[in-house]
């Protein structure tokens, strides 16, 4: 049994009681909107997973990227990007390790929390692939199956699986004159494997498999967007939504059996186009969770990348996306150290409680009122309480002469709220 079956079979079950909890949601309405699969809870039955909800109606989620690169395999730096995620209030942490022993990794991330874990399988793949038979390209049947089978044996709670990229969207991306080509990993081990083989996608090709697989364990499907723009130059292409229209069929395929699904979207898109994108998903995908990376709304500025999605991650939550997968400033640079994940995360839960203001969510609403309160009570302890990054502000009110004092140091005595205060006591 599934979330997704026992909701359609009228069971509320625990996690969809804490999950109703924690959205003061009625666990009915929570139940119906699983049923429907607008959202999801991505809890494997073998691992004591934090139930969180992702879909409509709920608030907007954030997730953390971290992993090893060939480069750098340090398990202990892992961990302690790991600790900054639970610390700084993510909702889910994907491992995306290349490096080093990847079940050793992800056995490590998983007992230092309780936030559900996603992976991409296929990087797993293409390097049991290589150390088989050399290349990445030469991955069997037998390989990628018992890699997903493992990883959902030892807890995994969702998988991006780029079950959309097919001979026909590999077609499409050749008579399509993009400048970024495929810049998904994953997307792009796929493609070669097609191009080079003449073979149909597997995980495609043999869906309803892989869906047996999911269930059993109940691992959320993150359909992967393989053919997602890797410039702005490129959004909103062919090749994205012919990618796009499949993952629309696939959802339902998953809707049937039962499986929790979610989708991923675009990385790069001008401002103008980011709410025309999210409409296109949730019309294709009929209100499947979207899953974003940023979206990074300009190219030019490497180093501040966390700012750039997280300008297009609000505006995409506010226009119908519903998790946004976090972006460091080390992006398109190097590989992300523990201070980029604080940052990524904290621009990303910024992102996130703008937009779920701007929806109206009573939960944020209630945070915004309550930080007012404080402010005007001069109140600092309780607004170092309220932030989502809580040592920071307290950090620089402490550096100031006379910490003590009411008002901050931008107006000193000229405090615009101390003096209307002081006059309404006469």
């Known amino acids: 049994m599934t979330q997704m079956t026992d909701a359609k079979n009228n069971i509320i079950t625990k996690e969809m009681e804490i999950v109703a909890k924690e959205e003061k949601i009625n666990p009915e309405k929570l139940r119906k909107l699983i049923a429907k699969g607008y959202v999801v809870i991505p809890k494997n039955i073998h691992r004591n997973t934090k139930p969180i909800g992702i879909g409509d109606n709920l608030r907007t989620k954030v997730n953390v990227n971290i992993g090893t690169s060939p480069d750098c395999v340090d398990i202990d730096m892992e961990i ?31 007992e230092n929390t309780n936030l559900p874990i996603g992976t991409v399988p296929i990087y797993e793949i293409g390097i049991e692939s290589r150390k088989k038979y050399g290349r990445v390209i030469d991955m069997d049947e037998d390989i990628i199956f018992n890699v997903i089978e493992r990883q959902a044996k030892e807890g995994v709670d969702f998988m991006t699986l780029h079950c959309g990229i097919t001979k026909n969207s590999v077609e499409s991306l050749k008579k399509d004159k993009r400048i970024m080509g495929v810049v998904s990993r994953g997307g792009a081990f796929l493609t070669a494997y097609i191009m080079y083989h003449n073979k149909e996608n597997p995980l495609y090709e043999q869906f309803d498999y892989l869906l047996e697989i999911l269930k059993e364990h109940d691992v959320t499907l993150s359909l992967g967007d393989g053919m997602r723009p890797g410039c702005l130059c490129d959004n909103t292409d062919r090749p994205q939504i012919h990618e796009l229209i499949i993952l629309g069929e696939l959802v339902d395929r998953c809707r049937e059996a039962g499986v929790q699904v979610m989708v991923e979207g675009p990385g790069h898109v001008p401002l103008n186009n980011i709410e025309t994108n999210m409409k296109i998903q949730k019309s294709i995908c009929k209100n499947a969770p979207f899953y974003v990376l940023g979206p990074i709304v300009t190219d030019m500025a490497p180093g501040y990348d966390h700012i750039t999605a997280a300008i297009g991650g609000a505006l995409a939550a506010y226009s119908g996306a519903n998790f946004l997968c976090y972006v460091t400033p080390a992006e398109h640079i190097r590989l992300m150290d523990e201070n980029d994940v604080k940052e990524g995360l904290i621009a990303s839960k910024i992102a996130a ?45 402490e550096e100031l002469p006379s910490a003590d004092e009411k008002a901050c140091s931008v107006c000193g005595e000229f405090c615009a ?6 006059l309404g006591k006469r």
């Open 80 to 110: 302690r990007k790991t600790k900054i995620a639970n610390k700084y209030g993510a909702h889910a942490i994907m491992d995306l390790s290349t490096g080093g022993n990847l079940p050793e990794i992800r056995k490590a991330i998983m």
């Open 417 to 422: 709220l101390l003096m209307v205060e002081e």
């Open 353 to 397: 409680q703008a937009a779920d203001v701007a929806k109206g969510n009573p939960l944020a609403w209630s945070m915004e009122k309550e930080m007012a309160i404080a402010r005007k009570n001069h109140n600092w302890e309780k607004q170092f309480e309220l932030a989502i990054d809580k040592e920071k502000p307290k950090k620089m009110r």
